[in-house]
């Protein structure tokens, strides 16, 4: 009977679609959008998402501030991004359609609830008439108007949860009405509820009615005449599982536990949006991993330090506000040359600054933001999976050459997600770390072969000795004041950071390896980065790409690859950080594409660029 | 009833003595300053604790009694200033079967540590805290601390400080401290059993130690260790025993509802039997905290010996217990458990 319906309606095949739900930020956009991905992932498509939701837990509701949304872009190949501009808007209320309705395509899709444009509402988000009557609103885009509300409460009528409870379910009506117009299976959601609200019966079962009123509201209504297909992507053969950012930072260093032998310790203190990885570590118990909720961010790193003396592979993860108050004890860090990493997911700065927003600004903080002469190793995740290798790399810096190292991420691929093609866990390298124990020649400032000095753990008899923040004197670590032997320490903690470079492979650059131009990146800018330069080639530019992880020091070959290009097009979320840096340090000049918006590039702004500085010569 | 309190740290079998303990550094401080005092009581104190050397560690944090570590020959770190509690708690929960001491100052402590201090505290981490209270700032020559007495005259005081100072073991027994005694510099005996217990202690263990800075406060504490005026200015207080002092031990203590009185024991109307009896194990911190405010009551003698201790599960105990539970319920974590767990699906 259902199939026959099914065949009355038309199926379109699509290559990719970028869906955004939109609502209050109480009405469950988050669970909604990661659930529609989560399933999406399940059924074989590439996608990116974003997530983008206000600073208030709770803002009042109906209001344009408090609108919480949930990006998705999926598709049948290969992606990069959670896509620029949504082809499908849900907007659960007013203010979601006036904050989104500019970033969608034109001629695109829009679902809205009906049951939410009264007049409070209305004139919460700030519209002087009912948007869904505007000729020009019904003219440029679809407009399916459902009324939502309604539609859920009368499916769980009998349903013996309050009134209150029951409007709560119907981001499910909308979720499953998604799934019907997308063709996507309904089992894993409901799945998935049943595990999490398992313990309460009711919730779940007027959650799955919900979902599945909404899946067959689409069937049988009228309104829908058009359902669309997305044909799985032809990844790489595999196991994959969908990953955001900071869960593969917390999966990476228990990798790096593993590997190395050494427990974890984290010393954190909560802050956005940071604290995933410590809520993630703290569940991993099992992995003798140790995390120590610090009664503030200074307390995060110093209790690290104290685990880092201890022989620990320790940690302590924050965001810019957190880096400022933990700067001092990166110094003490790199004066008793103890390994430790240091994680910065960052946001919109300066200051509180933009909490939940994006922004690569911190870099010349991580680069240069301490008193004295004062290296640090800074590295970059560049996508969601990428940030699983990134924290076993920081590890690896960190242990080989007893020194902190600063993990840069940032809020847009701590929270967006990609599927991720697993790796085998014997192939991950082992992580060779020694603790001195041999008492014969033993001075606590001797050097290896890398400069490192000799991890000698309390506990080990015959190594006491001691360690502080005042300049040590070459080889026996006492205090020491002369002048000599300062200018020599220094220099020798600057050499031993610049070695890491012996470590780091050279720059591989992508298409050909000279010509007119090159797009070089760090960090989060990969995916927007790399669509841009796929479609610019698509079009017939000729335009090469290079992205850089490594930021201090860098790779050997980095200078080699940007003279071997006419320009480079420097694209950061910044004003123009690492092109200075680059000035400063290689005199190159770069052409620096710069936006601080809170926001992730759009392909379209990098590609768009590319195209502008190619002219009409489309680099040949 | 005597019920110790005592920790399970690994004993050892070899004999140490006090030159086992004191490192090839030279010792900095100014002559004839109370830290000297203070080092030389630890190095006495440390070979009956019965801590394998290599198990101990000294951290500090800055300021003048934060060198201590440089003097002691066991592991140590002479870290940053205020952060010793804090990074010593990070040590002690990585290593727990260290004896972790730290060596701090009435500013490293109480003014730029003070947070680290009251939450290392409440979560009852298993560190010795040696406070060197000197009432002043003593490494930057000599400007008024969180502990210098309201109207002090002093560098950046120079017509009085117009703040009032904290009273440490009230900060300590109000931020849930499990063990909290204070001792005299030139006391030497008391000082060395004090040290004794703190070692025995599990669980944050608070030692305020009055400590003469000859230099900028020079006899700060002279009425408390001047032979003339000592016995009438402190108060011994010993579990079991009444609350007496004074020079002939004719001055006793007693309460009146919650206020304590100085009673007058060769008057025959008074008896040693109505006198207050110290109980350091009391499990109500009312007492405590009476006693901790005698240094604020004109008149009345200052407390030396333990205000309190009790005993509870410390933070580092409760972590690893968690840790095998967690362990024990899930079995241990493999790499392909963790990256190959829900959610996970096939390309073929
Ligand atoms: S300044 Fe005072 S506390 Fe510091 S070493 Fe000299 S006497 Fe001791």
Redesign the interface.
Known sequence: MREEKIAEKELQNLKEVTIRFAGDSGDGMQLTGSQFS?TT??F?NDLGTLPDYPAEIRAPAGTLYGVSGFQVHFSSADIYTPGDTPDVLVAMNPAALKINLKDLKLGGTIIVNTDSFDSKNLALAKYESNPLEDEALLSNYKVYPVAITTLNATALKESPLSNKDINRCKNFFALGLMYWIFNRPIEPTIKWIYEKFGKKLDIAQANEKALKTGYYYGETTETFTTRYSVEPAQ????????IAGNEAIA?GF??AS?KSGL?I?L?SYPITPATDILQYLAS???????T?Q???E??GI???????????L?LTTTSGPGMALKT??M??AVM?ELPLVIINIQRGGPSTGLPTKTEQADLFQAIYGRNGECPIPVIAASTPSDCFFTAIEASKIALKYMTPVILLSDGYIANGSEPW???D?DS?PEIPVSYRTEVEGFYPYLRDENLARPWA??????????????EKANING??SYDPDNHEFMVRLRAAKVQKIQQDIPDLEISYEQEGELLVLGWGGTYGAITEAVVKARAEGHKVSQVHLKHLFPFPKNLANVLNSFKNVLLPELNLGQLAKVLRSELFIDTISLTKIKGLPFKSSEIQNKIVEILGGNNGN | METKIENKIETNEIKYTSKDFSSDQDVRWCPGCGDYSVLAQVQRTFPDIGIKKENMVWISGIGCSSRFPYYMNTYGFHTIHGRATAIATGLKLSRPELSVWVATGDGDLLSIGGNHFIHTCRKNVDLKLLLFNNKIYGLTKGQYSPTSEKGKITKTSPYGSVDYPFNPPLLALGSEATFIARSLDRDPKHLQEMIKRAADHKGTAFLEIYQNCNIFNDGAFELLTDKETKADNVVVMTHGKPLIFGKNNDKGIKLDGFRPVIVDLNDPNNSVNDLWVHDEFDSSPVRASILSHFTDMPGMPTPIGIFRQISKPTYNEGLKKQIELVTEKKGKGTLKSLLYSDGTWEVN
């Open positions: 989560d992932a399940l074989g990844l790489p053969k595999g196991v994959y599982r969908n999966l228990v990798a593993l427990p310790f010393g991993y118990k099992n992995f003798g991993v140790k120590f610090a009664e503030d200074i307390a110093t209790s690290a330090i104290g685990a880092s003396y201890g022989g620990s320790a001092e004890a110094g003490l008793t093609r697993l790796p866990p991950i753990v309390p506990g080990t008899p015959g190594l006491e000795h001691r360690i502080g923040g005042l006492n205090v």
